[in-house]
């Protein structure tokens, strides 16, 4: 714990292992086609029996070796409700959601998000927020009030906050890439993570953990930590997975695991998004599916472990 600024700051430094499975309105896309509206009582209790098979995939894991004390999942209220309340009652890590779903520009879900706070009481709260320092600077600013709000409020009540930072190029930056993506992600991301880093800090907004994309290079990893950290914060980083392959997800971990101050992970459709579709397809058994997730979960934890050695 440090005192930053007269503020109270928790930070996080010990390993993190996530399990998120928080995924709602690209899921709800991709598994049943629905887009503009809200899916059906009966769409609905199918999606929360998919997250829950997830969750026993996660409970398997646990059994299997994964270290209780590191791992952690993440889910939505909205299909997993009871997920979190299993997962208190076990004494399990929980961290929850407050966006809404499916939306470039970061807002509450629940107008009252003290109040969703409050009631389900997760071990974390989580933010997702799409931030390009180059981009719309009204968007920045709104989005930057909102941020400061949730921040300020979830340290008051003692609680730790992740904040999930995705930055995607503007139409400008991928012009000057010719539109090359994986260029963008080697060269220009990074330098625009850590600037947006940098602005979020100086504007009031101070996560307990930061869920950032992979980078490549050590020294780009380096750079990010010494921004988290900055000031004597005692911030930690994790990897998120992007939904990216397997080996892509691997060597991004693999880089991660090597530098102070990076403490893991948040992997998800890697991890889930197979057993997952073919579950709903009825292509394999709840079972088969449940230990897919646990086997996937299990092999990344214990990749870190090693690279952390």
């Known amino acids: 714990m440090g005192h930053l600024k007269g503020v109270f700051t928790l930070g996080y430094e010990k390993d993190l292992l996530i399990l998120p499975f928080d995924h709602r309105g690209s899921m709800l896309k991709k598994l049943f086609g629905i887009e503009g509206r809200a899916p059906t009582k009966d769409e609905a209790a199918q999606f929360s029996s998919l997250k829950e098979m997830i969750y026993e995939g996660f409970l398997k894991s646990l059994k299997m070796g994964v270290p209780k004390d590191k791992s952690a999942i993440l889910v939505d209220e909205q299909f997993g409700a009871k997920i979190l309340r299993d997962a208190k ?63 300020d409020y979830i340290h ?37 993570m850590v600037q947006a880093l940098k602005e979020l800090q100086d504007a009031g907004v101070e996560p307990d953990v930061w869920k950032l994309e992979g980078v490549e290079k050590p020294a780009d990893s380096k750079a990010l930590v010494k921004q988290a950290q900055a000031e004597g914060r005692d911030t930690g980083i994790i990897t998120l997975g992007r939904g990216e392959d397997p080996e892509k997800v691997k060597l991004w971990l693999k880089v991660g695991a090597k530098v102070k101050g990076i403490i893991g992970f948040a992997v998800g459709r890697t991890v889930f998004w197979e057993p997952m579709k073919q579950l709903h397809e009825k292509k394999i058994t709840r079972e088969k599916a449940s230990s897919m997730v646990a086997e996937n979960y299990k092999t990344l934890v214990e990749l870190w472990n090693r690279e952390r050695k």
Not at 159 to 165: A, D, P, S
Not at 186 to 191: A, F, H, L, T, V
């Open 89 to 151: 009652s076990k004494g399990i890590m929980t961290c929850m959601p407050i966006e809404k779903s499916g939306q470039d520009e970061f807002d509450f879900e629940e107008k009252d998000f003290r109040g969703h706070i409050a009631r389900v009481d997760p071990y974390f709260v989580k933010v997702l927020v799409r931030y390009n320092p180059e981009a719309d600077d009204e968007l920045n600013a709104r989005q930057i009030k909102r941020l400061r709000e949730a921040s």
């Open 156 to 192: 008051s009540i003692r609680k730790l906050m992740i904040f999930e930072l995705l930055v995607p190029g503007t139409e400008k930056q991928l012009g000057k890439l010719d539109g090359d993506k994986a260029k963008y992600d080697s060269e220009m991301r990074p330098k625009l």
